[in-house]
C-alpha cells in the first residue's frame, strides 16, 4: 500500500470518526478547534513523510504549507548562481615547449602542463624525451596538452602515462613516433593521438 493511499484512508477515517462520534451522542460531544488542528497535524506529517508537502510553518502570519510542486518552481526560478556552490578550480599553468633551457624555468613557475602544437613540425625526439623524464619527477607536473594550429584543444594527456609508454619497448610507441605525429598531425596521426593506452586520451574536437 503506497503512501498516498495511507494518506487519503486516514483523513476520511478522522472526518468518519469525527462525524459519527457527534452523530452518537446526539451532538452532545464537540469536536473543538485543537482536537481539529491535531488531526490536521497528523495528515499533514504523513504529506511531509510521503514527498507531496516539503514545508510547513506555523506563524503568526498564519499556516504557511508548500508543497514539493512549489518548491520546484520556486528554485527554478531562482538563478543557479544562488543554487550551486563554485567548484574550487586549480588552472592549470602550460608552457610553450621550447629550448631544454627552459626547463629550469618551467620548474620554478612549477608548470603543471606543457602545449604541443599540432603539425609544428619542429619537435625533435630528444628533446621531448627531455622534457617528459625531467619534468615528470616533479609532483606538480601533470599534462601534455595538445592544440590545433589555431590554438584551440584537440585534447590533454596524463604525462606520467604518456612516458610509460613511450618508455616500454612493448608498447610499439617510441619518442620518435610521438614526435612524428606531432610534426605531421594528418587525420591518421591524429587519430592515433586518440588511441594512446594512456589514462587521459585527447578527443578529436
Known amino acids: 500500500m503506497n503512501t498516498e493511499l495511507i494518506v487519503t484512508i486516514i483523513a476520511i477515517t478522522v472526518l468518519v470518526a469525527v462525524v459519527a462520534l457527534r452523530s452518537a451522542t446526539a ?6 478547534l485543537n482536537d481539529a488542528i491535531i488531526a490536521a497535524i497528523a495528515v499533514a506529517l504523513a504529506l511531509v513523510i510521503s514527498g507531496k508537502l ?14 514539493t510542486r512549489d518548491a520546484i518552481l520556486s528554485s527554478a526560478a531562482q538563478p543557479i548562481a544562488q543554487q550551486v556552490n563554485a567548484l574550487p578550480v586549480a588552472p592549470v599553468e602550460q608552457a610553450m615547449k621550447g629550448g631544454i633551457a627552459e626547463i629550469p624555468e618551467m620548474v620554478r613557475q612549477r608548470v603543471q602542463g606543457l602545449d ?9 625526439q630528444t628533446i621531448l624525451k627531455t622534457y617528459l623524464e625531467t619534468l615528470t619527477r616533479y609532483d ?23 612516458l610509460a609508454v613511450l618508455q616500454d619497448p612493448g608498447s610499439g610507441k617510441t619518442f620518435l613516433d610521438f614526435a612524428l605525429l606531432l610534426n605531421r598531425a594528418s587525420d591518421a596521426d591524429k587519430l592515433k593521438l586518440t588511441q594512446l593506452p594512456v589514462s587521459s586520451r585527447p578527443a578529436m574536437l
Open 54 to 67: 516539503t514545508k510547513i510553518v506555523v506563524g503568526s502570519e498564519g499556516v504557511t504549507i508548500e508543497t
Open 140 to 162: 606538480f607536473f601533470r599534462y601534455i596538452i595538445l592544440l590545433k594550429p589555431n590554438k584551440s584543444l584537440f585534447g590533454m594527456l596524463d604525462a606520467r602515462s604518456l
Open 116 to 124: 604541443f602544437m599540432l603539425n609544428f613540425g619542429g619537435y625533435d
Open 27 to 32: 451532538g452532545k460531544v464537540v469536536i473543538t
